[in-house]
């Protein structure tokens, strides 16, 4: 009797809970203010819609005109309303405001749980003690040896493909290919390492990261995913095969890249004493530099775990987000021939001025180069364009951590009929900010805002330059305070690679490609999902005449 009693307390404990978030907490909510989509099923709800990026831009468009900017909606269970943000005002107000908005302790928890507690995770005070210390390691001055290693392996990168091309047009899935090539690129520049993944893939560290990273992608993984976040024991109680992969690769990890820490500390300290500064580019040496700096106060120094954590997160933030921007690139450019031509002409009438091997470049032609390409007109086009089109993240999440009042530039049209410009949000609220929707949004872009068209860049629209955010009014790079810092590191491999690719293949549209948003906005063949990501490409040598 007593034993039965036990078992079901916890069960009454849980409908209660439930009932009280159904009924209470429903009844009494002020977001039910807002309007939204109706729900049609108990757990129903509204992910799917606002996440496939295959839909979303139609979607968008009808909550707009239906329920307004700031709509309404459900998400994993009955009592989960988030609020979906499509007014730019409101958006500012939510991104400048990172004490209040945070991540949610979902998405942290599992991001702690695979590379660890680094800048994309932490909060508060940690996050801005990493961001202090990393940040003058992405500065200009810095970025000039990763125009070296950029250049350097996408020459390698179009050695392997003239071998490959070398019968004449191939078919190349350029998405791996270009995910090895920034594998290799954060290696090198994050922390003097040579993965050497275009050529082959059987460096320990890459596999140990490669399977570590896989775990966002694998299938079948969602709900174990989120079981695992609110009953973290589970993955202790069960370590399915995922959970001993995570485990083997972190230690392979703790094991390699802490070595790597160890021994780039002493460098350091040798340089120090002999008098002859280590000098040392890598994002590794210059965040011991920063933490070691009488800029930095004391008290916000990192730990070695600390660095290690933020050498995964810039392992993980730092290469498949510019590999598929450059994938998504690269399809557009075969689906629009023309302009593919018309930018091809544009980084050759470059091309003279250097040699014409570029195993014949010095270091200094090769930063003239950069320095020449990256003020191209029409590759700046096309770099905005793809990136405005395609943003290599979809959406983010923030949480509301008090009750706030949210500004909003449109009005908002509230359940009892009421226009208001601005709107209440309780706290622990999840916000859910697409990026994709403000680069897709007609009515500030015009008509043609879902189509490529590097020249709408000439003749912007008015309502477009008062967007404030990180990248070109684009909000591919997010906004505020945790904007991404790799802006110009993904600038740099984008063009470099764009005129090398571009200068040296022709390529053309083979096969009818789907988006699927697997944590970022990846490629797949239509119908093949099970496929796993891929994109190939028709790839033909342009030989250039003389
Ligand atoms: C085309 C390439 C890239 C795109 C589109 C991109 C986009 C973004 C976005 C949207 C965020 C905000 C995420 C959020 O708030 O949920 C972000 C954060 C971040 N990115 Fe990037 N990124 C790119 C390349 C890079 C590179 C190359 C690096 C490093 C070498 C990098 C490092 C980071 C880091 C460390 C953060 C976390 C910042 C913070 O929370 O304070 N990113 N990125
Ligand atoms: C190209 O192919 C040749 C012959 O198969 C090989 O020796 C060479 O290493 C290859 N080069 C690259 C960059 O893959
Ligand atoms: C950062 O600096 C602090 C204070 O000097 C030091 O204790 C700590 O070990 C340093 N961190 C690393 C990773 O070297
Ligand atoms: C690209 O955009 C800029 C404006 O940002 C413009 O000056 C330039 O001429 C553009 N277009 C082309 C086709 O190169």
Partial sequence: MLLLLFALSPLAALI??????????????????????????????????????????????????RYGRAVKIRGFFPWDERVLILDPVALSHIMKDTTTYEKPWESRTLITSIIGCGMLS??????RRQRRVAMPAFSGQNMQTLVDIVFKKGVQLKDVWENMTSGGEAKIDVCQFLSRATFDIIGLAGFDYTFNAIHDETNELFLAYRNAFEVFISQGGPFRTLLSIYLPSINKLFADETVRTVQRSQRVIRRVAGRLIQEKKQKIEAGELSGDPYDGKDLLTLLLKSNASHEVPFEQRLSDEDILHN???????????????????????????IVQARLRDELLSVASQFPASFSDFSPDQIQSLYNVVSALPLLNNVTRESLRLIPPLHSTLRVATRTDEIPTLHPIRTNDGQDKHSFTIPKNTVVHVSLESFNLDKSVWGDDAWEFNPDRWDKL??????????????LSFSAGPRACPGLRFALIEIKIFYYIMLTNFVFTEADQITKHNVVLTRPYLSGKFRAGTQCP?????FVRSV
Avoid at 22 to 46: E, K, T, Y
Avoid at 122 to 127: I, L, T
Avoid at 317 to 336: E, F, I, K, P
């Fill in 311 to 337: 050498i995964n997160t810039f392992m993980f933030a730092g290469s498949d987000t510019s590999s598929l921007s450059m994938t998504w690139t690269l399809l557009l450019l075969a689906q629009n021939p």
């Fill in 461 to 474: 629209p008015q309502a477009v330059q008062r967007y404030p955010w990180h990248y070109s009014s684009l």
């Fill in 122 to 127: 932490a909060e508060g005070q940690m996050h």
């Fill in 537 to 541: 490409l028709l790839v033909s040598p």
């Fill in 16 to 65: 209660l809970f439930v009932l009280y978030r159904l009924i209470i907490a429903r009844f009494f909510n002020v977001l039910n203010q807002l309007r939204g989509p109706p729900v049609s099923q108990w757990f129903g709800n509204h992910l799917e819609h606002v996440l496939n990026p295959s839909v979303t831009p139609r979607v968008y468009e009808l909550f707009i005109q």
